[in-house]
C-alpha cells in the first residue's frame, strides 16, 4: 500500500511579484504616512508656575474648527503689547519650550500652545507643519483680541517651520526665529524608514500620498518657497551637526533668504538639535530687542 504523499500547488511567481510590489509601493508608504499623522500624545507635567511665572490658561479655535491650548504670560509690568509666540517642534508640546524660552519673560510676554493633534489640543491628525500654519494664524487673532499686535515669534523645528510660512503673509509679525526648520517636508520623509536602500523611493511616495490624503503637497507649502517673499526681520538658527534635520535645509534656506537685507544666519559647530547654550540666548535678545 503506497504512503499518502500531500501534493502543494507552487505559489505563482507572478503573484508574488505583484503582492511584493503592492506592499512596497502602496502598504509600507500609507503606514508610513499614518504614523507620521497619528504620533502619540506627548503631554508635559510642567507649567510656568514651576518656574515662578504668573500664566493663564487660554484657549482658542482655528479657522478650520479646532480648539488649541496654551499658556499666555503677562510681561513682568504685567501685559504688555509686545508678545512672542513659542512654537514647539514634533511631536512635542509647549511644555517642551516653555524651559526654553522663559528667560524672555523679562522684556515680553509668552504665548505658548499646542498645535493641532498635539499636547492638551484637540485630537485631530498632524501634518507636521502643513496645516499647523493655521493655527499660528489663530493664535495672532486671539492675541489681536487681548489688544496685541506687536508680535514676535520663535519657532523650533516643525515649529520654525511654520513661522517661516506664515512670517510673510502676517503684518502682526515684526520679526521672526527659526530654529532647526526644514525647508521642504517631502525631503524628509525619507527618514520615516530605516530600509538603507529602499528608504528614499519610500519616502517620496509617502510625500506623494501625503499631497493626495492631505490635499497639501508639501513641495509646494513649504518654508523654501514662503522665505522667497520674506523681507521682515529673520534669524535662521541651525547645528550643523544637526542630527535631525540635516543642514542642507539650512543652507537652502540661506539660499531663499540672500535677497532679504534683514535675515541674519547664525549656524554653529557646537550644538546639536535642540541644544541652547548662553550665545543663543544672547543672541534672541539681540535680535528681538532690534526688531520688535
Known amino acids: 500500500m503506497a504512503a499518502f504523499s500531500p501534493t502543494t500547488t507552487p505559489l505563482n511567481p507572478w503573484l508574488v511579484t505583484v503582492v511584493v510590489i503592492v506592499f512596497l509601493l ?47 504670560i503677562p510681561g513682568r509690568e504685567g501685559t504688555q503689547p509686545k508678545t512672542i509666540i513659542g512654537l514647539h517642534g514634533y511631536p512635542a508640546d509647549k511644555g517642551d519650550i516653555l524651559p526654553s524660552l522663559a528667560f524672555l519673560h523679562d522684556q515680553y510676554a509668552l504665548l505658548l500652545f499646542d498645535f493641532r493633534g498635539l499636547g492638551q489640543s484637540e485630537r485631530a491628525i498632524s501634518t507636521v507643519g502643513l496645516r499647523e ?79 493626495v490624503f492631505l ?16 523681507t521682515k526681520p529673520v534669524l535662521l538658527i541651525h547645528s550643523q551637526r544637526d542630527e535631525v534635520i540635516p543642514f542642507d535645509h539650512a543652507r537652502r534656506l540661506q539660499t531663499a533668504l540672500r535677497h532679504n537685507a534683514q535675515a541674519e544666519f547664525w549656524f554653529p559647530q557646537h550644538l546639536t538639535h535642540g541644544e541652547l547654550d548662553p550665545e543663543y540666548r544672547q543672541r534672541l535678545l539681540k535680535f528681538f530687542a532690534a526688531n520688535l
Open 26 to 72: 502602496v502598504v509600507i508608504p500609507l503606514l508610513g504616512l499614518y504614523t507620521a499623522t497619528h504620533p502619540e500624545k506627548i503631554i508635559s507635567t510642567g507649567t510656568p508656575r514651576d518656574l515662578g511665572l504668573d500664566y493663564e490658561d487660554v484657549s482658542f479655535a482655528t479657522a478650520d474648527g479646532l480648539t488649541l491650548r496654551g499658556w499666555f
Open 133 to 211: 500654519t493655521e493655527d499660528l494664524v489663530a493664535a495672532i487673532r486671539y492675541l489681536r483680541q487681548r489688544g496685541i499686535d506687536q508680535v514676535g515669534v520663535w519657532g523650533f523645528s516643525m515649529g520654525g517651520a511654520v513661522a517661516l510660512m506664515i512670517a510673510p503673509r502676517s503684518p502682526e509679525i515684526k520679526a521672526a526665529v527659526a530654529d532647526s526648520s526644514y525647508a521642504r517636508l517631502d525631503l524628509l520623509a525619507h527618514a520615516l524608514y530605516r530600509f538603507p536602500i529602499l528608504k528614499y523611493p519610500l519616502g517620496w511616495l509617502t510625500a506623494r500620498y501625503a499631497s
Open 215 to 230: 490635499e497639501v503637497d508639501p513641495a509646494v507649502r513649504s518654508p523654501l518657497r514662503a522665505a522667497k517673499s520674506l
